[in-house]
């Protein structure tokens, strides 16, 4: 059961390293991070929550619901119109 319905309980990347979805670029070893995190959010049940979550909350660093900073800057911009799906 999940306390007050925190859905992080289910997310996919609950034992994985919290580093892997903080790389420190956008190139080289850091965009093969970037692609590792990426693949977890891809199997997460949650992943929809997440990506709403960063996006409620301004998380500018990280990747969040299979998205990239920059990413979700332009969801941002376009006003969170087409969200991947979970």
Do not use: Y
């Not at 319905?5 to 420190?24: G, N, S, Y």
């Not at 332009?74 to 006003?79: D, N, Q």
């Amino acid at each position: 059961m999940l306390i007050h319905d925190d859905w992080r309980q289910l997310a996919a990347c609950r034992d994985e390293d919290p580093e892997l979805f903080f790389p420190v670029s956008e190139i080289g070893p850091g965009a093969r991070q970037a692609d590792h995190a990426k693949a977890v959010c891809a199997i997460c049940p949650v992943r929809a929550r997440c990506l709403d979550h960063a996006l409620d909350n301004g998380l500018d660093h990280g990747i969040f619901g299979g998205t990239t900073e920059a990413e979700r800057r332009s969801l941002r911009r376009r006003g969170a119109v087409s969200r991947p799906a979970a």
